[in-house]
């Protein structure tokens, strides 16, 4: 099986997406037949889109990602599921990550912060810890979506040269039945 019958498998059926109560705000933008396609360039667009906005600490992300998607003419179903990398269980330590990156990024001190999970907590210190923050979500965002869109390409044609040397292989063994 290669890369595009992995993806057909995880990825949701066309009609759930469309049907997604976040996303039915796209209307008519979801019945373009090109962004459910799976091809080497949209799904390496599809996961650099989803591994960007992982990182970025905006609410909505869901649908931020379907309209860079749609515009870039990115695979959508592989954007939104990319994006799920960050949930409620991984965006402290992705957050915290891009901190640190952008506090080092700016050679500044970074803060010994003790987390809670509150809202007053966050509120609390978020415009200390603003900048850093930010830089380095941008930074780690930017890293990891050009690695995704590099691996994907790369696994896609590796995939392919593999079929190739496999039917080289397949038409080399035949008998010929031109004796």
């Known amino acids: 099986m290669g890369l595009r019958g992995f993806f057909k ?6 009609q759930e997406i ?36 992982t ?7 869901m649908l931020i990602a379907a309209l860079l998607a749609i515009y870039f003419r ?4 592989l954007a939104i599921v990319f994006v799920w990398i960050s949930n409620p269980l991984t965006i402290p330590p992705l957050f915290y990550l891009s901190y640190k990156t952008g506090a080092l ?24 810890v603003w900048n ?17 869109y590099f691996l994907i390409k ?3 044609r590796m995939t392919i040269i593999r079929k190739w040397e496999d039917r080289k292989k397949n038409i080399l063994a035949k008998p010929s039945k031109d004796f």
């Open 9 to 14: 498998r995880l990825l949701p059926e066309h």
């Open 18 to 53: 469309r049907q997604h109560q976040h996303l039915s705000l796209l209307g008519g933008l979801l019945h373009d037949p090109n962004i459910f396609h799976l091809t080497r360039h949209s799904a390496a667009g599809g996961v650099a889109i989803g591994l960007f906005l």
């Open 55 to 61: 990182f970025i600490p905006v609410p909505g992300q």
């Open 74 to 77: 990115a695979n959508l179903p």
């Open 105 to 128: 990024i700016l050679q500044e001190p970074a803060l010994e912060l003790s987390f809670e999970f509150s809202i007053d907590w966050f509120m609390s210190i978020i415009f200390e």
């Open 132 to 148: 850093a923050l930010l830089l380095g979500a941008l930074t780690l965002g930017s890293l990891s979506a050009l690695a995704g």
């Open 154 to 156: 790369l696994l896609w």
